[in-house]
């Protein structure tokens, strides 16, 4: 075939188009020189991505040419699967990319011998990471292609390639992964500097006092990144230390693929670089000779964990290519002292309000147990203290707080309460007073539970508060003002979660915008108008009827077609209990962004409240955005601050925003919840009782005008989801590829 017919074909496949001649021929010349039939499968993909892209077309027959000489044309298809999913995921830049290298990016992963992605290996190594460490952990992609942690998460490059073998880049990956555990685990994101410290930093490099805390610290340096980078270089010895002690295996394992990493030539970092890696080698390949930094070791420098020479090692080490080499970062990675510490905070007042609330809860019950025995006994027995045990591995320690709350050896606290307390000792060293003393408050003045037999005697705590009848399906009644509810501001965190799933899932939201595109008026043809857009048959038949009988015929003979402006409101409830921790929380979040992503296009009212507690009387609302509040960043860090804390009373929530919903002007009122499973609470609120109340509240709802439907990711969900919410007013979604078309179309059939 020659070129001018090559060329006609090539507008037969992508009829009605009409591209530029120049670069039509400019593809057809590079045709011309591969066998027939490989050029025959090449342009049978054409009609297939021309529609999606021009451009990426004439880049996939131009690389396509070169794959002639790598593969037969049977593996062309899922070339063009895997070419436009990179673009799809991430455009025409990452699919030329991915084009760009055909052995490494297509023909290597095809025969095993890649890359290792973090999707990959998630499932099977988020368990191996949390039965080492003891920590609930968790493993995620990063999209800038670091790695770091925040010391809940441990953030991976997308696919990482240091080995051709697909095994040793498995081994190395769970090796830089005990890494990054290793640096939680040895306290380096906790490191609290000395005034003394930030005196050296100041008078070195003319930076101002800081305030004790790490990441401020490391801002006194030229280069508060290499600071940080060099810091976990200084603290090595011990990070490694621990992995040694811990895990030997592993490092005899990896003990080769590290040198064989260390023998890459440092490149262009120079002297310095080459004492860096020097310092790697002798600390993670102990038989080799040791180097020396003044009269100290260097691999002896961090091992005391202080920084009170950090400076000079720094002032060593103090040039951007040394810090930049390329093995230093693949085993440390690029620590964010910053995200850390905001993290720890966060989940210091987490751990915090959970110990309080799960204390609090256990002193009632306490209470309630020594108030029973007095009955039975007339008073004999009675303790005139609650004591509690606090241990923290096989330590127990007794400590007077209050009058009547003591810690001791005594009594074994509840397991979830102990786990919490090991947590607050690991990172504080000590129980404070403080919380105990809130959790006593909370217990024995905060509320009154022996005031009434039916309703608890709950005193309405301060602040934004309300109590709400609960239903009990075994007498067939409410039990009144039986829970109190409050309304709380969750505090926005600094977090990259929003970007990065914008990131991840931009094709995704594209489509779905332009399916919500279409629903953002509602369309009517009006029958019997003055004027309009066609004739109303009807009206005429009767006009023309009315003037054979002599009555004057109306001129209302026209169909108009009118565009009403929506008029819908819709609240998200969104399950923040502890059993969304790991991946179905990641899920349930970022379906909460694209949710908003789409309301934003669809322009009706929306508001985000989660929901979480512990206890009939403490169940918990958090404001995340307000029904007519803007979608602006101080809501997207309050999405990103979402996360696990405690159990799903669902009743109390479903009825506070019932009475919102109540209380707004709007035609359609909606009220959509997403969650993972049933409903359920540590005072029994469990089974038959909880999905019975559940319902109850979604029965009140409906009889208030308000249609409801949940979206949930519990496999084993759908029975007792058909019984609460009615069939057809719920979806399963386990993975969020799904969730645009079905959202689509039960977002249609509820407003419509």
């Known amino acids: 075939m020659d070129l001018g017919e090559q060329k006609q074909n090539f507008y037969q496949l992508v009829f009605p188009s009409h591209p530029n001649d120049w670069e039509v021929e400019e593809a057809m010349e590079l045709l011309a020189e591969i066998p027939a039939d490989y050029r025959r499968a090449l342009l049978a993909h054409v009609p297939t991505i021309w529609p999606i892209s021009h451009s990426l077309c004439f880049s996939f027959l131009g690389e396509g040419v070169k794959g002639a000489s790598h593969w037969p044309p049977e593996l062309l298809a899922e070339w063009v699967r895997q070419i436009l999913a990179r673009y799809e995921e991430a455009g025409l830049r990452a699919a030329r990319d991915f084009m760009g290298d055909i052995e490494k990016n297509f023909l290597e992963p095809l025969h095993g011998n890649a890359g290792v992605a973090v999707d990959e290996i998630r499932g099977a190594m988020v368990p191996y990471l949390r039965g080492v460490s003891g920590l609930a952990l968790d493993l995620a992609a990063d999209g800038r292609g670091r790695l770091w942690t925040d010391t809940r998460t441990i953030y991976l490059p997308g696919r990482q390639r240091p080995f051709p073998e697909r095994v040793d880049n498995l081994l190395f990956l769970r090796f830089t992964i005990i890494l990054q555990w290793a640096c939680i685990a040895e306290g380096i994101f906790h490191l609290q500097p000395r005034d003394q410290d930030f005196a050296v930093v100041a008078t070195r490099y003319g930076t101002g006092p800081g305030n004790g805390r790490i990441d401020d610290y490391l801002a006194c340096f030229p280069s508060p990144v290499l600071a940080g980078r060099l810091l976990l270089l200084y603290q090595l010895p011990r990070i490694f230390g621990l992995v040694r002690r811990r895990l030997p295996g592993l490092v005899r394992a990896v003990q080769p693929l590290c040198r064989q990493l260390l023998e890459i030539p440092a490149g262009r970092c120079g002297r310095r670089g080459d004492q860096v890696r020097e310092l790697l080698r002798s600390t993670l390949l102990p038989s080799d000779p040791v180097p020396q930094f003044g009269d100290h070791q260097l691999s002896r420098l961090g091992e005391s964990g202080g920084l009170s020479r950090f400076p000079d090692f720094y002032d060593r080490f103090a040039d951007n290519k040394a810090g930049g080499d390329q093995v230093l970062i693949l085993l440390l990675g690029d620590p964010d002292f910053s995200a850390a510490r905001k993290r720890i905070e966060q989940t210091r007042e987490e751990d915090r309000e959970l110990f309080i609330s799960r204390l609090a809860g256990w002193l009632e019950e306490s209470q309630i147990r020594g108030q029973a025995e007095e009955e039975g006994t007339g008073g004999a027995g009675r303790a005139d203290s609650i004591v509690l045990t606090a241990k923290a591995g096989n330590r127990a320690r007794e400590k007077e707080v209050t009058p009547g709350i003591s810690l001791s050896a005594e009594m074994e606290l509840p397991p979830e309460l102990t786990a919490v307390m090991q947590r607050i000792e690991a990172d504080l060293g000590e129980v404070p007073d403080s919380y105990i003393e809130a959790a006593a408050g909370m217990a024995g003045r905060g509320r ?32 009144k003002d039986w829970c109190v509810l409050a309304e709380k501001e969750l505090p926005p965190v600094m977090t990259s979660f929003v970007p990065l799933t914008l990131q991840k899932y931009r094709g995704l939201i594209a489509r779905v915008r332009r ?4 629903l953002r008026t509602t369309h009517r043809f009006v029958k019997r108008r003055r004027y309009g857009d066609d004739i109303d048959f009807d009206a005429m038949v009767d006009a023309l009827g009315d003037r054979q009988a002599g009555f004057a015929p109306s001129d209302r003979l026209f169909i108009r077609l009118v565009r009403d402006q929506r008029d819908i409101a819709a609240l998200f409830l969104v399950d923040m209990s502890n059993s969304t921790e790991g991946w179905v929380g990641r899920l349930i979040k970022e379906t909460v962004v694209l949710l908003c992503e789409v309301m934003e296009v669809s322009g009706d009212r929306y508001g985000i409240y989660g929901f979480s507690g512990m206890r009939r009387s403490r169940c918990e609302l958090f404001h995340v955005k307000h029904l007519d509040e803007a979608y602006d960043e101080e809501v997207r860090r309050r999405i990103g601050a979402i996360g696990p804390r405690e159990y799903t009373r669902m009743g109390p929530p479903i009825r506070h925003l019932t009475r919102m919903l109540q209380a707004t002007d709007a035609r359609l009122r909606l009220l959509i919840t997403l969650s993972d499973g049933k409903p359920e609470d540590y005072d029994g ?16 709802a409906r009889g208030g005008g308000i249609h409801s439907f949940c979206i949930t990711v519990d496999q084993t969900a759908h029975d007792y989801l058909a019984h609460m919410y009615g069939r057809g007013n719920y979806i399963f979604v386990n993975n969020i590829e799904k969730l645009p078309l079905r959202m689509t179309e039960f977002y249609r059939l509820l407003t419509s």
Request: hydrophobic share 40%.
């Open 448 to 479: 009154n539970l022996a005031a009434g037999a039916e309703t608890g005697g709950l005193a309405l705590p301060p602040a934004a508060s309300f109590i709400y009848d609960e239903w009990d399906y075994r007498r067939a009644g409410y039990r």
């Open 515 to 518: 399916q919500f595109e279409m």
């Open 685 to 700: 609120y469990v089974d038959v009782y909880a999905i019975e109340d559940t319902r109850k509240a979604l029965v009140e």
